[in-house]
């Protein structure tokens, strides 16, 4: 039998009220225990590893993790709202790489792209022309593709972090199907010239794919002028979420799939599609556009230039990787002699600073960056190596402090350093 309670009395607790201190009233808790000397103000300087999201994008993913629930293979209201909401989305990537809507294929990221683009352009006995400097995505799929029959070319790279075009022309072969160069390095910035290359491939009537995940929102880029047939880029490199990336792929291209399954992404790429992240790339494409329509690349230059000068004023025996090269614009790969890299990146970020190392940890022991090996490096300069990478969101007050940081750090490990003290002995 139903029975009639009395709702139960409000807590005594909930009328406590907060007490705050009256000089930190109304400042956030970080803010007030980094000023009471309880936490330190962190400064994040590795973007080309992932960028924070920016809240225009978070906002714009938000719903579409609750109120905006449908598959967008439905056909009903909610698969309507969420279809709108990706092809929105796709138009906003198209806009921001030159090309119509319907050459983006949506995907989990630069990785995939990268894998989709190479292994679904070439069959067995197909030759495919790389460089040394590729990202893993791209060096491991060619590598792959040995064992099912193909022949790979890869091709070296200059002090600077070029290819040669004439070593690209002199590596063309008859059966030669693909040319996949990045645009820009993820560990140097360098960037390739992408158009020359377009231009190679469309004389040898030979597909090109470039890898644009580090250069996309940092500069301008135009399919259609660099004459790529596939161009990859990933959400997490440009403020959007880690999981989700593009591939740009020219009409009338004839590419394979990789996963088979649903018809979604035209048949290219079966799989309910991530919607609150695809959201989330288009709108940080939409804001890519409009800061580079603005020209928002010279102030990251800038910024860039005055870290990497100060540091240069502040060391005598420091030196820029790919220095000589054009590059984007938000990246300086240093390296400071007799200094282990790896010492560096953790004394720093004990000090609030997170940059990272041209060195892998690889099977336990700390390899040399491939990169800068292939650019000419010897290991210890290479493990000497510290990547800066700035975002959105840095600020010139993080520059400043970063540079006090460095200085104050790399000077403290050099005493420490038995080769530096050497080297400064015997000059
Ligand atoms: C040049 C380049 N290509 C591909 C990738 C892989 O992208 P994702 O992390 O989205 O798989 C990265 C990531 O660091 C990269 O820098």
């Known amino acids: 039998m139903f029975m009639w309670r009395r709702p139960p009395r409000p807590s005594r607790q909930a009328k406590l009220v907060r007490y705050e201190s009256p000089p930190t009233k109304g400042k956030p808790a970080t803010q007030r225990k980094i000023e009471a000397g309880f936490c330190m103000q962190r400064i994040y ?23 905006h629930f ?33 050459e983006i294929i949506f995907t989990s990221g630069g990785t995939e792209s ?20 590729e990202h893993h995505a791209v060096l491991h799929v060619c590598k792959h593709l040995e064992d099912f029959g193909c022949e790979v070319t890869i091709l070296p790279v200059d ?25 820009a390095n993820n560990e140097t910035g360098v960037l390739q010239a992408v158009d020359e290359i377009g231009k190679i491939a469309a004389e040898a009537e030979v597909y090109f794919h470039t890898d644009a995940v580090q250069a996309a929102a940092k500069v301008v880029i135009d399919v259609k002028r660099i004459g790529c047939h596939a161009l990859t880029i990933s959400g997490h490199k440009l403020h959007a979420p880690q999981g989700v990336g593009a ?17 979604h992404e035209r048949s290219r790429r079966a799989g309910t ?51 000589g090269a054009a590059r984007v614009p938000n990246t300086a790969n240093i390296r400071f002699e007799h200094i282990e890299g790896e010492s560096l990146v953790i004394a720093l970020d004990l000090k609030g600073l997170a940059v990272s190392t041209g060195a892998a940890c690889s099977s336990g022991a700390i390899e040399p960056s491939h990169v800068l090996i292939a650019m000419g490096l010897r290991s210890d ?47």
Do not use: W
Not at 250 to 256: E, I, N, P, S, V
């Open 45 to 67: 300087l590795d973007n080309n590893a992932t960028t924070p999201i920016l809240p225009e994008v978070f906002e714009a993913m938000r719903p579409y993790f609750g109120e």
């Open 70 to 102: 449908g598959n967008a293979s439905s056909i009903h209201h909610h698969g309507q709202e969420t279809r709108a909401a990706v092809e929105d989305a796709r138009e906003a990537v198209a806009r921001l790489l030159g090309c119509n809507a319907s």
């Open 114 to 133: 990268d894998n989709l683009a190479i292994s679904g352009l070439v069959d067995a006995g197909d030759h495919v022309i790389t460089s040394s400097i």
């Open 159 to 183: 002090g600077r972090g070029l290819i040669g075009p004439a070593d690209l022309r002199r590596a063309l072969k008859p059966n030669t199907k693909l040319i996949s160069i990045m645009m």
């Open 247 to 263: 591939l740009y792929v020219k009409k009338g291209t004839k590419l394979r799939p990789m996963l088979y399954g649903g018809r």
């Open 273 to 323: 599609e991530n919607v609150p992240g695809i959201v989330a790339l288009g709108k940080a494409a939409q804001i890519a556009k409009q800061g580079l329509d603005r020209g928002d690349e010279k102030k990251m230059s800038a910024l860039r230039d005055r870290l990497q000068q100060g540091i240069l004023a502040q060391f005598e025996d420091a030196s820029v990787n790919g220095e």
């Open 381 to 427: 300069q290479a493990k000497a190596s510290i990547r800066f990478s700035l975002g959105k969101q840095t600020t010139g007050a993080d520059i400043d402090i970063a540079l006090a940081l460095v200085q104050e750090t790399v000077a403290r490990l050099r005493d420490l350093s038995p080769t530096y003290r050497r080297a400064t002995v015997s000059s």
